[in-house]
């Protein structure tokens, strides 16, 4: 066993949702910097295309844009990704949004919005790519799902989010039913539920509560990059191929230590 063993990625193909800016990009970032293939998706065909061709500066990095908020879109990217990948080692589930409203005019928008893209777009895609998935799998090396959760699913978060944090703990409990119809498979099924970390969804939010914000965490801090990068490296690599199920929160202790 060697340290580049247990975390390379080189010779995987991954698809990363959303994988165009904030939490996505970071682990994007990281999977190229570990050796795989990455395959990124969002909705804005521009920004996906050039943020993929400035990644080519560290690995082999794809365009595919999408709208996932759709199952048509899911099962579209999914045929795009099977014309061109028999297999797919790793699916990142990340692309999400969010909808702050007071409880009194939040709108029936709002869920769908929110529930279409954080829960169900994580149920279609995976379903449209299990044949992927399942056959670049093995019992020593299963494929792994990484579904983005977020601690605003484990706690009650300060704004008023409702279908965000609804969403959330949703993509938990899917998390761990879907890890148990699929580890037959050998296909494994974890989530990462970050606390703060910049994007442009925490960008307003960080601005006005940051500090606040950094000193709930037990740490002092709000997360980096290579933070997120790690965490998902791990579920990815053969580090953390007898993990599944899980939920993993990478959020300085926020909602754990409460
Ligand atoms: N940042 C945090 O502190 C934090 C904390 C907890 C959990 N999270 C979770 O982490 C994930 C990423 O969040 P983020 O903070 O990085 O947000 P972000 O900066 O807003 O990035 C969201 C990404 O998803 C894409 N996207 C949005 N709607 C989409 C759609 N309908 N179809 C396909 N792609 C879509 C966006 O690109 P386009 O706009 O071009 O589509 C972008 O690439 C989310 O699931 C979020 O809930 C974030």
Same mark, same amino acid.
Request: hydrophobic content about 45%; proline content about 3%.
């Given at each position: 066993m060697t340290i580049e063993s247990l975390f390379s990625l080189r010779?995987?193909?991954?698809?990363?949702?959303?994988?165009?800016? *904030?939490?996505?990009?970071? =682990?994007?970032?990281?999977y190229l910097d570990a050796g795989a293939k990455v395959y990124i998706s969002s909705r804005k065909a521009e920004v996906c295309d050039a943020v993929a061709a400035e990644?080519?500066?560290i690995g082999?990095?794809?365009?595919?844009p999408a709208d996932l908020s759709s199952e048509a879109e899911c099962n579209r990217l999914a045929g795009v990704i099977a014309e061109r990948e028999p297999v797919l080692h790793i699916l990142v589930n990340n692309a999400g949004a969010t909808w702050g409203e007071p409880m009194a005019t939040f709108p029936a928008d709002a869920w769908d919005k929110v529930l279409d893209l954080n829960v169900k777009s994580v149920f279609f895609l995976t379903r449209a790519l299990r044949p992927q998935l399942a056959a670049a799998a093995t019992a020593d090396?299963?494929?792994?799902?990484?579904?983005? *959760?977020?601690?605003?699913? =484990?706690?009650?978060?300060?704004?008023?989010?409702?279908?965000y944090s609804a969403s959330k703990a949703a993509v938990h409990q899917l998390t761990r039913h879907l890890a148990k119809q699929l580890g037959r498979e050998q296909i494994t099924v974890n989530a990462i539920a970050p606390g703060p970390f910049e994007s442009k969804m925490m960008a307003a939010t960080l601005r006005d509560f940051g500090d606040s914000i950094a000193a709930q965490s037990p740490l002092g801090r709000i997360g980096r990059?290579?933070?997120?990068?790690?965490?998902?490296?791990f579920l990815a690599s053969r580090a953390g191929a007898y993990c599944t199920g899980t939920v993993l929160p990478v959020d300085g202790g926020i909602a754990t230590t409460k």
């Open positions: 010779g995987k193909i991954a698809l990363v949702t959303g994988g165009s800016r *904030g939490i996505g990009l970071m =682990i994007a970032r990281g990644l080519c500066a082999e990095c794809i365009s595919i090396d299963p494929a792994r799902v990484i579904n983005i *959760g977020s601690i605003d699913g =484990i706690h009650v978060p300060l704004m008023e989010t409702y279908s990059a290579d933070d997120m990068a790690g965490a998902a490296i």
